[in-house]
Structure formats: C-alpha cells, structure tokens
C-alpha cells in the first residue's frame, strides 16, 4: 500500500508564488511508480487537473495553468512537487495530490489520494 502526505498550502497575495509537495510512503519495493500529479477543486466548480508527471518524466499541465506552474519529482520518484508562480485569484481551490502506483509487472493499477491542502490567493 501507499500513503500520501501533501504540504505547502497556504494564502499568497495574486502575483505570488507558493510551492506544493507530495510524498509517498511504499509499503514495499513491489510498488513501482506510474505517475503523480494534482487536481484541484473549488466550491461550486467541478474538478480539475492541474498538473501530472508519470514515470518516464512526461508532463502535462492543465490550461489555464500552463507557463505558470512546474512539476517536477525527486530522483527517488517518493516526492513530487508543485511550483506555482503568477498565482490568480481564480488558482484558489483545495489541491489534491494524487498517484497511481503498480504492484508487480503488469499484476494492477492502484489509485491513492492525499488529503488535500487549501490554497487562497487573495489580497
């Protein structure tokens, strides 16, 4: 099994940078990773991905956050992070770290959440 830990949330002034991570806690070395990214949530508006990087280094990013936002992971591929630079207002959501992780070669897919962490861009 596999346990996400997600920090670095907080309130930022538009214009501001804030940086995310999201570390995994493997339960044993037949887990391999696949990727990890984070979607993002605001009240009254539906789900959204913003970022994702998969095992081989591909990255995808959400629209309206392409320029703005890296992701990157650590070489132990256990951390991954999120770099927001030019924060907007409309950035404001619950970000929530998410990881797909295979057990065994080609045996299954498992999906894993953290627990979300706020960010408000605000003046």
């Known amino acids: 099994q596999v346990q996400l830990v997600e920090s670095g949330g907080g309130l930022v002034q538009p214009g501001g940078s804030l940086r995310l991570s999201c570390t995994a806690s493997?339960?044993?070395?037949?887990?391999?990773?696949?990727?990890m990214g984070w979607y993002r949530q605001a009240p009254g508006n539906q789900g959204e991905l913003v970022a994702v990087?998969?095992?081989?280094?591909?990255?995808n990013y959400g629209d309206s956050v392409e320029g703005r936002f890296n992701i990157s992971r650590a070489d132990a591929a256990d951390t991954v992070y999120l770099q927001m630079n030019d924060l907007k207002r409309e950035d404001t959501a619950v970000y929530y770290c998410?990881?797909?992780?295979?057990?065994?070669?080609?045996?299954?897919?498992?999906?894993?959440w953290g627990q979300g962490t706020q960010v408000t861009v605000s003046s």
């Open positions: 998410k990881a797909m992780y295979e057990y065994g070669i080609g045996l299954s897919m498992h999906e894993y």
């Open positions: 990087i998969r095992y081989n280094d591909n990255t």
């Open positions: 493997v339960s044993d070395h037949m887990y391999s990773f696949n990727n």
